[in-house]
């Protein structure tokens, strides 16, 4: 008979990795482990009681010899204290590089070191508690570990136990540490409105770089997300990859560099641009989480772990989230000029193309004839609905949709009835001016009689409409971030009980409304991050709806989220953005790898192109599960001066995949070559067709094995401008 040991060696060898996943800690509790998804990530106390962080990478085995070791002055100008690595730093003992926290207590002592003091593990959760050498403040720090991907949650929480009140000025949900290497690579994304999501790659280098919002969102600016690969290792198919994204939809900071001995730390948490927290006896402050990941095999591995993540815990409903129904929103068909026989006649349009939800946009509510008034007063407004919104919505209905409104909650124009009534409520400081952004004012939901009052009509508007689903809008930063109304010393909590509030209305909407649906917008994609996104089933990914711009942002966007929130819209041409001209075929081609959309003006389109919509939209429905659930691989990625672009999205049983090709231009006797197809099972066979129904190209076989498609790959000559085709590979029986 096998030992229990011997045992579980075998068993160690044949279950899936995604089943041993585990916390744990030594017996001595010196060496702190989390290991799942072929990562480990691990960390120790040294003899000094520091928590240091030791390595986080490819899983290693249990028996490997990690240890923590206090490291010794290395000169008068670098004592010990500032070159320990430490996995939750305060800012004290001269430390130099960026701190977990940073504090003022009541006396003015600003000197705060942090050293361990305990742990848990419960289940997949491990628990790290660290207190200061001799002030009652405490900081737990909390790690999850995902079994299937080795996506690692971690977040801290800041307690006083003091009797007197500590000031905080800069708190990090984590801080984490790679080893030493001057061949770093950072990329992230940044923008601006219409053109977000461009990728960024710059050497990591002891010049701190600074990834940041001060708008009080997200901002279309810079995205709190990052990933760090390796100068000449790391591709889109190959190399490691570290990265990681903030669960936060307010002002942030993320910073990465190295230090002076060449480690390279990256940090990540609340702006500390106007804010500071005074921390009261007894009370405790809590950060967002900030989600982080390894990869072995590229930025392609790292996303498409990333978006598997997101698709299980992050995005409504997990694994059982409902496929993202294609909407028809009527906003530049109508503008502000919605009226109930207006609507109703694009509804019927929409309803024939195949669309499944139909959307009012701006104008439906109180004086709101253009975007200088009628924000805040959110009811029907009776000159363009008689009747109010039941006629229009059950005629959607009767033509087999579901209904959609546009909301924008947290704003208000001053002239409104609610602005008029409530002059105090917005964010503003007393005797300043109050800068108008889009003829609007920001609403200060840090209070709790504005969240209050903003859930209940919120609650009232969706109780007594049948609403499926709301597009949920913000058009504006923050200006003049005042909250007179609170004692000096809390007025800069504005900056994270906004946003608190913010999760609350989301949360509690949902909760008294379980089937309704919402997207996220602000002004395209200036409010998208893990935070938001954990309460929303959908984001408007920008307002640059131009097809052949939109396979660049779609590119950068899904370096960091998942496809199947990612909305994308098929609009007229030429293009508001810029002017360009493009077919209807490219521009439904375009949409279609993401999660489908239409907003162009159906009153303005001929015969033919409500037949080319009902092709497209009846073949994305055949596909979209594996667009919206697969695997996306990224063969050739748009970049400036390429001919093409392609991707390839394969379904989680890999039964379907299919590869979108996009021409920007082609050239006299271009000779292209192949693209190799990717995520297929080598060993099947698949059939291959043109989607939408064309004759497969010259030279392309019926079918082939995986191998095949992988190996040889496909060669589609397109030629002209602004050209795209899409095959569907499926496998045989």
């Given at each position: ?236 198919t190959d190399g490691p990859v570290w990265y990681g ?14 230090d002076n001995l060449g480690r390279v730390r990256i ?345 080319t919509a009902t092709k497209w939209i009846a073949a ?114």
């Amino acid at each position: 008979m096998r030992s229990l040991a011997a045992l579980t060696a075998i068993l160690c060898l044949t279950l899936p990795a995604t089943l041993l996943a585990k916390v744990s800690a030594s017996a001595d509790g010196k060496l702190l482990r989390l290991d799942g998804g072929g990562v480990t990530y691990a960390m120790g106390v040294d003899e000094k009681g520091y928590l240091q962080p030791l390595y986080w990478g490819a899983a290693l085995d249990a028996a490997a010899p990690l240890v923590a070791k206090a490291p010794g002055e290395l000169s008068g100008f670098d004592p010990a204290g500032s070159i320990t690595p430490q996995e939750y730093a305060g800012q004290g003992e001269g430390l130099v590089s960026e701190p977990g926290v940073k504090a003022v207590f009541a006396d003015g002592n600003r000197d705060l070191v942090l050293k361990y003091r305990r742990h848990s593990v419960s289940g997949e959760t491990l628990t790290v508690e660290l207190a200061d050498i001799s002030r009652a403040l405490t900081v737990t720090l909390r790690y999850t570990i995902d079994p299937d991907t080795g996506v690692i949650a971690r977040s801290a929480s800041l307690r006083n136990g003091d009797v007197r009140p500590v000031r905080i000025d800069q708190i990090a949900a984590a801080t984490f540490t790679l080893p030493v290497g001057d061949d770093y690579r950072l990329h992230y994304l940044t923008g601006r409105h219409g053109a977000e999501w461009s990728q960024v790659d710059t050497p990591v280098t002891p010049a701190l770089t600074v990834l940041e919002s001060r708008r009080g969102s997200t901002g279309h600016g810079n995205q709190p997300w990052f990933a760090i690969g390796k100068d000449g290792q790391t591709s889109e198919t190959d190399g490691p990859v570290w990265y990681g994204a903030l669960a936060w939809s307010g002002s942030f900071r993320l910073s990465v560099g190295a230090d002076n001995l060449g480690r390279v730390r990256i940090s990540g948490g609340y702006n500390p641009y106007d804010f500071s927290w005074s921390l009261k006896p007894g009370e405790t402050l809590e950060t967002p989480v900030f989600y982080a990941g390894y990869a072995a095999k590229g930025m392609g591995d790292a996303s498409r772990r990333f978006h598997a993540f997101q698709r299980a815990s992050i995005i409504p409903g997990g694994a059982k989230a409902k496929i993202r129904p294609v909407l028809y929103n009527s906003w530049e068909a109508t503008t502000f000029n919605v009226t109930e026989a207006g609507q109703m006649a694009l509804a019927e349009k929409a309803a024939k193309l195949g669309v499944e939800r139909f959307v009012v946009d701006d104008g439906w509510f109180g004086a709101r004839n253009d975007d200088k008034a009628g924000l805040g007063d959110w009811t029907v407004n009776r000159t363009k609905f008689p009747n109010g919104l039941k006629p229009l919505i059950d005629k959607v209905k009767s033509l087999g949709m579901d209904f959609g409104l546009w909301v924008e909650p947290e704003m208000v124009n001053p002239d409104s009835d609610l602005y008029r009534a409530h002059p105090d409520w917005v964010l503003a400081f007393p005797g300043r001016p109050r800068t108008e952004g889009r003829n609007q004012l920001l609403l200060n939901l840090a209070r709790t009689d504005v969240r209050d009052h903003l859930l209940n009509w919120l609650d009232r508007l969706v109780r007594d409409n049948d609403i499926a689903f709301l597009k949920w809008d913000y058009n504006r930063n923050w200006t003049e971030a005042g909250w007179p109304q609170m004692p000096v010393q809390d007025q800069q909590r504005v900056q994270v009980a906004y946003v608190r509030n913010l999760y609350h209305i989301l949360a509690e909407l949902r909760r008294r409304h379980p089937g309704l649906e919402i997207e996220g917008c602000s002004g395209g994609g200036g409010r998208i991050d893990l935070g938001i996104m954990a309460l929303t089933d959908q984001s408007w990914t920008s307002d640059n709806t131009d097809p052949f711009d939109r396979l660049t942002i779609q590119d950068g966007f899904t370096q960091a989220y998942a496809p199947s929130i990612m909305m994308a819209w098929v609009t007229d041409s030429p293009n508001w953005a810029n002017g360009r001209q493009t077919s209807l075929d490219y521009r439904f081609l375009s949409a279609m790898q993401g999660s489908l959309g239409l907003g162009a003006n159906l009153d303005h389109w001929q015969q033919a192109d409500f037949a080319t919509a009902t092709k497209w939209i009846a073949a994305y429905k055949d596909i979209r599960a594996t667009v919206q659930r697969g695997d996306l691989y990224r063969i050739a990625p748009p970049r400036a001066g390429a001919a093409t672009s392609a991707t390839v999205y394969v379904a989680p049983d890999k039964k379907q995949a299919v590869l979108f090709q996009m021409l920007h231009s082609s050239m006299f006797r271009d000779n292209v070559e192949a693209l190799r197809v990717q995520g297929l099972d080598p060993a099947r066979r698949y059939a291959v067709r043109m989607l939408g129904g064309a004759a497969l190209p010259d030279g392309v076989p019926g079918h082939a094995s995986g191998a095949y498609w992988m190996e040889q790959g496909v060669r589609m000559k397109l030629k002209g401008d602004f050209q795209g085709a899409a095959l569907v590979f499926e496998v045989m029986p």
